[in-house]
C-alpha cells in the first residue's frame, strides 16, 4: 500500500493513520512499559517519520507489509525516547546536585522563572528546535526536515549552538537576578 503512495495522497495517509493506530497502541501498552500517552506520541513521531519518508522516496522498495515497516519504525521511536528520558534524567540529578541537595519552593519558582525568561529571549528558530527536540521529542531527522536543513548534521550543530546560547542567556538572567545564593555553573 505504501508503494503506491505519493506526496498528495493524504487521504490515504489519514486512513492508514487510523487503520493502525488502536492496534500500534495496544501493541505498545503491552509489550514496553509506557503508559497509552506515551504511545500516542510514540505513534505520531513514527508516523511522521515515515511521512517524511514517503516524500522523500526512501520507501519505493519497501519489502514488508505497511504494518511492519511501521512497528519497524517505532521500536526505532522508543529506543530514542528512551534515550532522551535516561539523558533527561542524567540532566535532572545533575542540576540538583549543583543548586542545593534540597532547593525551596521559591528557589524552584525562580528557576523556571528565569528559564522562560531565557527561553524567551533566546528567539527563534533556537526557541522551535529546542521545544521539539526536547518536548516533543522529534528525532534529528524530523527537525531537519521540518526546519528544511541541508542535511541532519546541519539540524545537530543548530541545536548544540541554540544549548550553548540558552545556557549562556539562562546565567545572564541568573546573575541578574541573584537567585540560590549565586550557585550557578560556570562551565
Not at 501493541?27 to 500516542?40: C, F, K, L
Request: one cysteine or more.
Amino acid at each position: 500500500m505504501l508503494k503506491q503512495l505519493t506526496q498528495s495522497d493524504q487521504k490515504k495517509l489519514a486512513t492508514i493513520y487510523r487503520k493502525y493506530r488502536s492496534e500500534f497502541i495496544a501493541w505498545m501498552t503491552s509489550h514496553y512499559p509506557v503508559g497509552e500517552d506515551v504511545a500516542r506520541d510514540i505513534y505520531q513521531n513514527t508516523f511522521i517519520t515515515m511521512s517524511a519518508k514517503l516524500q522523500k522516496g526512501e520507501i519505493d522498495n519497501l519489502q514488508c507489509s505497511t504494518k511492519t515497516y511501521l512497528f519497524g519504525i517505532a521500536k526505532n521511536k522508543y529506543r530514542e525516547y528512551v534515550r532522551r528520558n535516561v539523558r533527561a534524567e542524567k540532566i535532572h540529578e545533575s542540576i540538583e546536585q549543583k543548586i542545593d541537595s534540597s532547593p525551596s519552593e521559591q528557589q524552584n519558582r525562580d528557576l523556571q522563572i528565569i528559564l522562560e525568561k531565557a527561553l524567551d529571549r533566546l528567539g527563534e528558530p533556537c526557541r522551535s528546535v529546542l521545544e521539539l527536540y526536547y518536548f516533543h521529542g522529534l528525532s534529528m531527522d524530523e527537525i531537519q526536515s521540518y526546519f528544511r536543513y541541508k542535511n541532519n548534521s546541519t539540524a545537530k550543530n543548530m541545536k548544540y549552538k541554540c544549548l550553548v546560547r540558552l545556557r549562556r542567556i539562562f546565567q545572564e538572567e541568573y546573575k541578574r537576578k541573584g537567585v540560590l545564593n549565586n550557585k550557578v555553573d560556570r562551565q
